[in-house]
Structure formats: structure tokens, C-alpha cells
């Protein structure tokens, strides 16, 4: 008998709005955006949020197909803590950003880029 292993993986949304980002910031490539999501030590709570085009996956990474044009990449270590959040993007008059609705945050900033966790 083979053993078995279990494939990590991680709930995130985008809603519209975000995707829609996403796609702008791709640059008209014509291939998936592919975007890399983690948390990193830091910020006025803890960890921050941190997004970036993926320029490269790793062996380990969770792979999450949003559509036919999004993919996301997310760290074994992060995913934890990423786990059923939902991204948006807000513009307003003073500036437009990414919005992490994250419910395994516990404290959050005032501006809402770095979370803690108990």
C-alpha cells in the first residue's frame, strides 16, 4: 500500500473588483496573471499583507485558479493565515488599494495591511 498525501490547499477570493485590478496590472500579457499572496513578519500588528506579480512557483507552492486569467500562488507558511479571505480593491478620493477581509485576523490595523492572530 502506497501511503498518501494530502495536497495543501487554501480558500481566497477576489471579488470583481480585485480581479478587474489584477487584469489592469497584468499588462495586456497574453498569458494568466499570475499573482503571488503572502504574509510576511512586520506592521503595526504583526504580519503584513503582501501581494506581487509571481515571477516564479515554487515545488510547494498552492496553486489557486481564480478564472481562465487569474492564478495565485500562495506559500505553504502563509496559507494558514490566508485562509478564507477575501480580496478586494477599493478606490476612493484620497487613493485606490487591495482589501484583505481575513477571518483569521483577530487585530487589524487602522489602515488594514498588517493583521495578528492569537
Given amino acids: 500500500m502506497s501511503p498518501t498525501h494530502d495536497t495543501p490547499t487554501c480558500q481566497i477570493n477576489l471579488t470583481d473588483a ?7 496590472l497584468r499588462d495586456n500579457m497574453h498569458k494568466p496573471a499570475m499573482i503571488r499572496l503572502y504574509v510576511q513578519g512586520g506592521g503595526c ?3 503584513e499583507y503582501k501581494i506581487d506579480m509571481a515571477r516564479e512557483v515554487a515545488e510547494d507552492d498552492i496553486q489557486i485558479s481564480v478564472n481562465p486569467y487569474i ?3 500562495v ?3 502563509s496559507a494558514p493565515y490566508l485562509e478564507g479571505t477575501t480580496i478586494d480593491y477599493e478606490t476612493h478620493t484620497m487613493g485606490s488599494r487591495f ?4 477571518p483569521q485576523a483577530k487585530t487589524t490595523c487602522g489602515c488594514g495591511s498588517s493583521f495578528s492572530v492569537e
Fill in 45 to 47: 500588528s504583526g504580519f
Fill in 71 to 73: 492564478e495565485l500562488y
Fill in 75 to 77: 506559500d505553504p507558511f
Fill in 18 to 24: 480585485a480581479q478587474e485590478r489584477i487584469l489592469d
Fill in 99 to 102: 482589501v484583505f477581509h481575513n
